[in-house]
Structures are given as C-alpha cells and as structure tokens.
C-alpha cells in the first residue's frame, strides 16, 4: 500500500453567486510518500505476439488491485485563507 501525506492551500472567496464562500484555489503539496512495494499480482497483457507483465495497478480497478499497489491519500493539513492572505 503506498501511502500519500499531503498538505492542502486553498483560497476562498465570497461572490453573488455564492455568498457563503468557495474556494477557487486548491494546493496539494505531498510531504512524505511511503512506497507499497514491488507489485505481488501483475497482469499479462498480449498485443499481437507480444506479451509482458505489468503492475495491477495499470490495468485493474482500485478493488481489485493488490496490497502493494493501492494508493491511500492522508491529508495532513488542510489551510484555508482568503485572497488577501489571511487564514480562515
């Protein structure tokens, strides 16, 4: 399982439309990745006469991939602040 920590910005603002706010910005920084390893269940793929083996990953939905090859994303910490720069 590879594993994901980031860190999210967005900016938000107020308009007629939406006079509660929305945010029009979003920031995704990853601050730390922990890797899931080599594939445990790859996939043959045949293309004519040629034939290779490629990560789960590539070719199968999330629910069917194996361990080492799912993906879980951790927001860290998640600032909100408006044009002006001052944090909600």
Known sequence: MTIYLVDIEQVVHTCPVHPEG???DIRRTIVDLIPGGPCRAPVTV???????LIPC??????KRQCG???????ER???TRTP?????
């Not at 990953?57 to 999330?62: F, S």
């Not at 002006?84 to 909600?88: F, L, Q, R, T, Y």
């Open 22 to 24: 929305h945010p029009y």
């Open 68 to 74: 080492a090859c799912r993906v879980i994303v951790t």
């Open 46 to 52: 045949r293309c004519g006469g040629q034939t290779v």
């Open 77 to 79: 910490t998640i600032t």
């Open 57 to 62: 990953r590539r070719h199968e939905p999330a």
């Open 84 to 88: 002006n720069g001052i944090a909600v």
